[in-house]
Structure formats: structure tokens, C-alpha cells
């Protein structure tokens, strides 16, 4: 919105995302309204029992421009924005929103004030339809008929000024992923939003999608909106926005145009010092520790597996590459002990063991990291403490004669988290109100701790932050220097080549011969998980 | 007579839809109130509190339609009660709808009781006459077991209808349902989930209480003790059975008083040789058979019995 053609908009306000300015004494003049900063915050606070989840935050958002938040996990981007839509109520501070002050708390307050928000986890509901999902809340809601033909024809108009292609008359539970977003931000376009929140929108998207998404806010910006877009991806943030606010540990640490800098210096700023990559010290191979052959299974999410043989040596990190659902699933299952084989056998350190099931494989050492922390990793109800001791409750160290040692079970997760630098409330709080990263630290622990022979890490850092890469990749590697056996599965090529000795790429259920570290690009690896290479072996590894 | 002519017989018919009337209140407001998100375990309750409530007000002098507007208010203050503990207050929907249920009923006889110390045969009151729909109610059998019916039971009716249009063709309708699916798309569309779901309960109870009602205002001309019988918990088993939807629930509560009234034609035709409890188990394990072939596809709301509140991780 441009307005160096208003007479008096100018000097007395440049600058406004300097935030050093004084804000005006007197009531601003109706026709300057347009110099108001889009969405203004002052000084917001808001803590959650002894956790600052934000502290004194101020900052102005433009009309018309994209500013990027970008944090760690749990440094309080989500929490803020909670405030500025009212789900939340700060503590200290006030939000205006083209210079009207936003009462707090109130979410219908902030949509009638133009502020959209695309949730982290989506708001829709899954038995309705997209007309319905977007219709709802914008008819008062004592009329006797929806007007379904209106909505109908708003939304129609909105899809195609805005290349947002969605069936309206779908149900939301047949929608992708992609499309399930496009819907949300329907729904704050059709609420005529001029600030957008995006909470974390790439995290659940394809690359495809995700280019989708950037063209997408580009047009939106090209048509006056201002966007606040939350993210701990830094190519991402590079990408798409004007200028980028850094959040750690509830404060505002840093603030840059986003010109003017780059990624490692913005890696620094949101971590809190210089990002370093793992250093990886000779392989000192060892025995070998788990082997598997001959090995099929039943498909799963996928392919199953087809007669593969992979031995797991003592001192070593095996790396699996490969596009999801090619019998990575399957193969963690199995080594995990959720899943059987149909045929093949398993042996530990040379033994075969008979009957293979998850006690079994926590009784030889073989320690899990799942690939999916909430659903499998985590009992999200119970506490941190009922959780680090899920695997291991019935050692006599954690029970006796059928009691917990409610003592040496809090013991052991206060050990954990001051170990392995957990940000949480306490012992007793719920594992769901932890970040992924945090969350992802306490499994971590729990599986390293018993010091395994064997380590299972399925995607061990999706979703996570770069210091929380940073500091599961060094976890792992410093296992490997112990001597534990380690499979490492992958979808992030960089993370295996990164950390693996050994890589091996599977596909339809059967893996490629083994390259050792720096024999193949990682365009090679690629052709490979396109199934590009006949160079499958039965007996590969 | 033998057992298959039962079906085809008009008295059949009638008795059948008449039986059918106070499900079909009582399984509209479960529907409602589990639409919304919360289970109505006070279902129970509220239909004996409603049943005694109407038929009072006409036994004290009071109008029909007046006592079954009390009912419908008594209703409304149990749900009220039960909203305000499992909604804004985050209780347990079982503990609290097992409570309103208890409360309901044991107030009930209580003031029952304190009403009327000295009566050993429940008085009577003059109910709701059949009001047959000229035209339509000489149609053989169908016309017959629909159009000769008392008002309440063309109430009845038109509480299903107006339940589904309210559900699928209003905006407080969508509101209602996206409250049972995913709260936080109501509260993220500016619509406060306490108030959709407090209302809905309120509403939803209501019905409820009219349901009981009908059997003393209607059904029959007086009250007694245990007369519900457990026909709430049968509504909570229609709602699933109908899978959350009005139509479908409606089906179900006519084919459960089908059962009801044939069993009780059996008895008759079967000349004792039976045990008569063998018949009154009849639509129950009936119900059970249906419940398990249909049920097992419903799609149930998918936050019902999560409570909600904002602000909350």
C-alpha cells in the first residue's frame, strides 16, 4: 500500500520495524491511517508455569511485506502467534493491528481485524466439506438457511484469483495434505484476511507442494497482504521473506533484512552459537552385532521385504537411503521386533534368535528410535518420567516384585534431562506439551542410556531444528565411537552421507551393494532410489 | 392370528410408531448433544424428570401443552447442569452423566413422594387424544399407523426434520458439528466452542425431557416409578446405530418399537408355552444384532467426549 502521496504519512513514523520510534500521542488523523504499521507488538510476554515461552517481544509488520520468524523448536514462534490470534492471552503487552489496539483473547476480535492464520496443525473438520469448512463462522449463526450458493461462489472466485485449485463440494478427509492447506488459506482469504500467519506450513508438504505454497504467497503479497511465516527452515526463510526476526528461548535475539544476510548467520543467531558439522573420527570396526538373512516379510506402508541379508557391525554406522515405501518401514519394524518375517532368520552377535518380538529385542540391546515420536515414541497423556522408563519398567532398577520405583524412575529422568539438555516444566509434565526437538532428546536418551549394542534410527531427526540435528548427529556418532552397531534410515540424503560409513539404498524391498563413505555422489544415490540401477544383489550387505 | 399376519395389520402399526415417539425425541437430543461433542449420559434422567414434570403440570390444572413445556424447561435445567460440569469445567462426561442421571430420577420420586404422600394408585390425567389427519388417515395400514396418532407424535416427527435441517442447512448447524469433529476450526473461525456445546446439551436435554413426557402425556395418563426402563440407554444406542445422522436414527428407533410391539403380539399368539421374558428380550437382543452389523461402519464425531478448552496446549 503505498502512501508517499499523503501529505503528512511521512517522517514522523519512518522506519516503523525499527521499533524505536515513539508512538504517536494524539490520535492519528483518519486519513493517515494507512501509514499504521500492519500489525504493531509491544512488548508481549507470556510465560507457562516457570517457562518464559515469551519475553518482552516487540516488532512491526509491514503492510505489504513478509517477515519471517524463525526459531528453534520451542523458542516461542508458535506461542506468540497464539497471542496475536487470541487463542492465548499474554501475560504483559499489547498487539495493534492497523493501529487499532486487539483486545486480547479473542479470536473473532483478530479475524474482524484482518488477521488470517494457517494453524500448524490445520483447523478443519474433516467430516465437512471445504464450502462448509470455509462457510463456517461467517454467517450469523441464528439464520434459518446457510447460503450455500454464495459461498459457493466466493470461494470459486477466490481459487482462481488466486491459483488455489480445491474442490469446494469435497470432504476435507479426502484431501491431500497440500490441498488441506490451500483450504485454510481460503479460509482466510474469504474472511478477506491482510496479514496471514503461516505456522510452520512447509513441514508437512512435498517439495512439489511447497513451491506451490511460495508462488502462492508471492501472489499474495503482490496483492497487498502483509504475511508473518513461521520457520525453522533457513533456505526457506531465504526464500520467501523480506526480512527475518529470530526468537530464542522466548526473546527476540536478532533481527535482519533478509538481503543483507544469510544462512549461517542466521543458523548462529537461532542457536545461539556457530553451527559446526559433526566431525566424524576413522571407523574402528568391531564385530559384527546383528545379522539379518535371507530375510522377507509381508508388505507394509509399502513394499515388504525380499529376501535381504544386512549385517550391523560393532563400531559402524549403516546408512539406508531410499524413497518412503520401498520396505524401510518394514525393515525397522522388523529389526524393532513389531514385525516378523516371513522367512530368513535374525541372529545376535551369531546366535539366531527364535522367537523375535520387541521384549526380545530390548533384551538384546537393541535400542529404538522410532520414526514417528508421537504416535510410536511417545505416550503423549503420560509424563516424561512414565516415558523414559516405558521400555525398561520391568528391570529391577525401576521395579521390584511388580512395584515401580517411582524414586529411581524421576531420578532417571531428571538424569536425562540435565544430560541431554531437555527444555521442560518437569518430570511430571505431560511428554505432549514438549517440542519435537525436546521430545526427540528424551527418546534419544532413553535409548542411548543402557548403552545398546545395537542402535535403530528411523529419520531420528525429521521435523527437528538445525542445533537439534546438530546435536542428534553428534549423539549418534559418539555411540558409533562407543562400539554400538548403528542402521541409520533416512529420506534426507545429506543426513546420510553425512554420518554414514556405509550406505545402502533400498528399493522395492531390496537393497543396492553397499558403497562405503565418499564413493557415491549424492546424484548417484538418487539414480538409485529412482530404481535406476540393476545392481540389486540378493546378498548385498 | 398367526405371526407373520402381525405385520400386516394396522393396530400393529400404530402401536408400533406410538412406541417409537418417546425414542425418537430422546435419540434427537442425544444425537444433538453427541454432535456437539458430549456424551448425554443423563439421558435417563432427564426422561423420567420430564415424564413426572409434564404430567404434574396437567395434574395440578395446568394445560397439555403447557405441561409439556415444563418438561421441556426441566430438561433444559439438567442439561444446563450437566453442560456447565463437562463443558466449560472439563469433567468426565461418564461420572457427570451417570450423576445427572441418579440426581434426575431420585429428585423425581422425591418430590413424587412429597407431592403426593398418601396416593397408592398413581392418579390419572386426561392426555393427548388421537388426532387422525382427515384424507391421509384412511390411506390402509400405512396412513393408518401414521395419521392416526396423537399430536405429539406428528411432533415427534417434525423434531427429526427440524434436527436435520438445523445440522446440515444452517450455519449454528455447522458450528455444531465441526464442534463434535475438531473444535479448534470452531474457535479458529471466531465461534466460541462453550457456547455451541452448552447449547447444544441444553437443547439436546430438552428433547430429551419431552421424549418423557410423551409416555405420561401421551402414551399413557399417569406417572409411576421406573417407567422410563431404561428406553434413554436404548436412545444412546440409536444415535450409534443411526450413525450420528437424524434420518437413519429415526429408522432405528421405529424398527427397535417394531420389535417392541411384535414380541408383545407373540406373547399373546403363543399361548404361554414360552416364557414371556423370552419375548421381552426379544428387541433388545435384536438391537444388539443390528448394532453389531451396522455400527461397525459409523463414523462417530470425532472429538466427542474430548473436552475442550481454549487455550489449552
Given amino acids: 500500500m503505498p502512501d508517499e502521496e499523503l501529505p503528512f504519512a511521512g517522517s514522523a513514523h519512518s522506519l516503523p520495524w525499527t521499533g524505536k520510534e515513539a508512538s504517536p500521542a494524539t490520535p492519528l488523523p483518519v486519513t493517515d491511517v494507512s501509514s499504521n504499521p500492519a500489525l504493531r507488538l509491544s512488548r508481549i510476554s507470556k510465560r507457562f508455569g516457570p517457562?518464559?515461552?515469551?519475553?518482552?517481544?516487540?516488532f512491526d509488520l509491514k503492510r505489504g511485506e513478509v517477515i519471517a520468524l524463525l526459531g528453534e523448536n520451542g523458542a516461542g514462534k508458535t506461542t506468540l502467534m497464539n497471542i496475536l490470534f487470541g487463542h492465548y492471552v499474554a501475560d504483559e503487552g499489547s498487539v495493534e493491528a492497523f493501529g487499532e489496539p486487539l483486545p486480547p483473547g479473542d479470536p473473532r476480535a483478530a479475524l474482524d481485524?484482518?488477521?488470517?492464520?494457517?494453524?500448524?496443525?490445520?483447523?478443519?473438520?474433516?467430516?465437512?466439506?471445504?464450502?462448509?469448512?470455509?462457510?463456517?463462522?461467517?454467517?450469523?449463526?441464528?439464520?434459518?438457511?446457510?447460503?450455500?450458493?454464495?459461498?459457493?461462489?466466493?470461494?470459486?472466485?477466490?481459487?482462481a484469483d488466486f491459483g488455489l485449485a480445491v474442490d469446494p463440494a469435497a470432504t476435507v478427509s479426502t484431501l491431500s495434505v497440500g490441498e488441506r492447506q490451500r483450504v485454510e488459506i481460503l479460509k482466510a482469504l474469504y474472511r478477506e484476511a491482510r496479514i496471514l500467519i503461516l505456522d510452520e506450513p512447509t513441514a508437512v508438504l512435498t517439495p512439489a507442494e511447497t513451491d506451490a505454497l511460495f508462488r502462492t504467497l508471492k501472489l499474495l503479497v503482490a496483492k497487498g497482504l502483509s504475511i508473518i511465516f513461521i520457520s525453522h527452515k533457513l533456505h526457506e526463510v531465504m526464500a520467501v521473506s523480506d526480512r527475518v526476526l529470530v526468537l530464542r528461548s522466548g526473546y527476540l535475539v536478532g533481527e535482519r533484512e533478509t538481503g543483507s544476510t544469510d544462512r549461517k548467520e542466521l543458523a548462529a543467531l537461532m542457536v545461539g552459537q556457530e553451527v559446526k558439522p559433526a566431525e566424524v573420527s576413522p571407523v574402528k570396526l568391531g564385530a559384527p552385532l546383528l545379522a539379518l538373512e535371507g530375510v522377507s516379510t509381508a508388505p507394509y506402508n509399502g513394499a515388504g521385504l525380499d529376501k535381504v541379508s544386512l549385517t550391523l557391525t560393532a563400531g559402524e554406522i549403516t546408512g539406508l537411503a531410499g524413497v518412503a515405501g520401498n520396505g524401510q518401514a518394514v525393515l525397522a519394524g522388523l529389526i524393532a521386533g513389531i514385525r516378523r518375517p516371513t522367512s530368513g532368520s535374525i541372529s545376535i552377535a551369531g546366535r539366531e534368535v527364535a522367537d523375535w518380538s520387541p521384549r526380545a529385542a530390548l533384551a538384546h540391546g537393541v535400542a529404538r528410535i522410532p520414526e514417528d515420536r508421537h504416535a510410536i515414541g511417545s505416550i503423549g497423556d503420560m509424563s516424561v518420567t512414565e516415558n523414559v522408563i516405558a521400555e525398561r519398567y520391568r528391570s529391577p532398577r525401576f521395579s521390584r516384585m511388580g512395584f515401580l520405583n517411582w524414586k529411581a524412575a524421576g531420578r532417571f529422568a531428571e538424569k536425562l534431562i540435565a544430560d541431554y539438555d531437555v527444555k521442560c516444566p518437569s518430570p511430571e509434565a505431560r511428554i505432549r506439551l514438549l517440542s519435537g526437538g525436546n521430545m526427540q532428546k528424551l527418546i534419544l536418551g532413553r535409548a542411548l542410556d543402557p548403552d545398546p549394542a545395537v542402535i535403530l534410527a528411523s529419520q531420528p531427526t525429521r521435523g527437528l531444528d538445525v542445533g537439534a540435528v546438530a546435536y542428534v548427529h553428534r549423539m549418534l556418532l559418539e555411540a558409533r565411537d562407543r562400539g554400538a552397531?548403528?542402521?541409520?534410515?533416512?529420506?534426507?540424503?545429506?543426513?546420510?552421507?553425512?554420518?554414514?560409513?556405509?550406505?545402502?539404498?533400498?528399493?522395492?524391498?531390496?537393497?543396492?551393494?553397499?558403497?562405503?563413505?565418499?564413493?557415491?555422489?549424492?546424484?548417484?544415490?538418487?539414480?538409485?532410489?529412482?530404481?535406476?540401477?540393476?545392481?540389486?544383489?540378493?546378498?548385498?550387505? | 392370528m398367526d405371526a407373520l399376519e402381525i405385520l400386516f395389520t394396522a393396530s400393529f402399526w400404530v402401536a408400533a410408531i406410538r412406541i417409537a415417539s418417546p425414542l425418537i425425541f430422546a435419540t434427537m437430543g442425544e444425537l444433538i448433544c453427541e454432535r456437539a461433542g458430549v456424551l448425554n449420559l443423563g439421558i435417563e434422567g432427564i426422561m423420567t424428570a420430564g415424564a413426572f414434570a409434564g404430567w404434574f403440570t396437567v395434574y395440578s390444572g395446568g394445560d397439555l401443552w403447557a405441561g409439556l413445556l415444563v418438561a421441556a424447561l426441566v430438561g433444559a435445567m439438567f442439561g444446563l447442569l450437566h453442560a456447565t460440569l463437562t463443558v466449560p469445567l472439563g469433567l468426565s462426561q461418564h461420572v457427570v452423566g451417570i450423576g445427572v442421571t441418579l440426581l434426575a430420577t431420585s429428585l423425581t420420586y422425591f418430590i413424587y413422594r412429597l407431592a403426593l404422600?398418601?396416593?397408592?394408585?398413581?392418579?390419572?390425567?386426561?392426555?393427548?387424544?388421537?388426532?387422525?389427519?382427515?384424507?391421509?388417515?384412511?390411506?390402509?395400514?400405512?396412513?393408518?399407523?401414521?395419521?392416526?396418532?396423537?399430536?405429539?407424535?406428528?411432533?415427534?416427527?417434525?423434531?427429526?426434520?427440524?434436527?436435520?435441517?438445523i445440522l446440515y442447512r444452517t450455519p449454528i448447524g455447522l458450528a455444531v458439528r465441526?464442534?463434535?469433529?475438531?473444535?479448534?476450526?470452531?474457535?479458529?473461525?471466531?465461534?466460541?466452542?462453550?457456547?455451541?456445546?452448552?447449547?447444544?446439551?441444553?437443547?439436546g436435554s430438552a428433547l430429551m425431557a419431552v421424549g418423557g413426557a410423551f409416555l405420561t402425556t401421551s402414551a399413557f395418563n399417569s406417572f409411576f416409578f421406573q417407567m422410563i426402563n431404561g428406553r434413554g440407554w436404548i436412545c444412546i444406542a440409536l444415535v450409534v446405530f443411526g450413525s450420528w445422522r437424524p434420518g437413519k436414527a429415526l429408522i432405528?428407533?421405529?424398527?427397535?418399537?417394531?420389535?417392541?410391539?411384535?414380541?408383545?403380539?407373540l406373547q399373546q399368539i403363543s399361548g404361554g408355552i414360552v416364557p414371556y421374558q423370552i419375548f421381552l428380550m426379544m428387541p433388545y437382543a435384536l438391537s444388539i444384532l443390528a448394532l453389531i452389523l451396522v455400527a461397525r461402519r459409523a463414523t462417530y464425531p470425532k472429538a466427542l467426549m474430548i473436552t475442550y478448552q481454549k487455550g489449552e496446549r
Fill in chain 1, 51 to 58: 517457562l518464559k515461552a515469551n519475553e518482552a517481544i516487540s
Fill in chain 1, 113 to 159: 481485524a484482518g488477521i488470517g492464520m494457517v494453524h500448524q496443525h490445520f483447523t478443519l473438520a474433516d467430516n465437512m466439506t471445504v464450502q462448509e469448512n470455509i462457510a463456517l463462522g461467517t454467517q450469523s449463526l441464528w439464520r434459518m438457511r446457510l447460503d450455500r450458493a454464495a459461498a459457493q461462489r466466493r470461494i470459486e472466485q477466490l481459487s
Fill in chain 1, 485 to 541: 552397531a548403528i542402521l541409520l534410515i533416512s529420506e534426507d540424503l545429506e543426513e546420510v552421507l553425512a554420518l554414514s560409513d556405509r550406505i545402502i539404498v533400498m528399493s522395492k524391498g531390496r537393497f543396492s551393494t553397499p558403497s562405503s563413505r565418499g564413493e557415491r555422489t549424492i546424484r548417484e544415490l538418487g539414480d538409485l532410489m529412482a530404481g535406476h540401477s540393476g545392481e540389486h544383489s540378493d546378498h548385498a550387505a
Fill in chain 2, 117 to 165: 404422600p398418601e396416593v397408592t394408585s398413581p392418579p390419572k390425567i386426561e392426555p393427548f387424544q388421537p388426532l387422525p389427519i382427515p384424507g391421509l388417515s384412511s390411506i390402509p395400514v400405512f396412513g393408518e399407523a401414521l395419521f392416526t396418532q396423537t399430536p405429539l407424535t406428528y411432533l415427534a416427527f417434525v423434531s427429526v426434520a427440524a434436527v436435520a435441517w
Fill in chain 2, 178 to 203: 465441526a464442534a463434535g469433529e475438531n473444535p479448534s476450526a470452531v474457535e479458529a473461525q471466531g465461534i466460541s466452542v462453550t457456547g455451541i456445546r452448552m447449547g447444544a446439551v441444553v437443547i
Fill in chain 2, 252 to 265: 432405528g428407533a421405529i424398527l427397535f418399537a417394531a420389535f417392541d410391539a411384535y414380541q408383545v403380539r
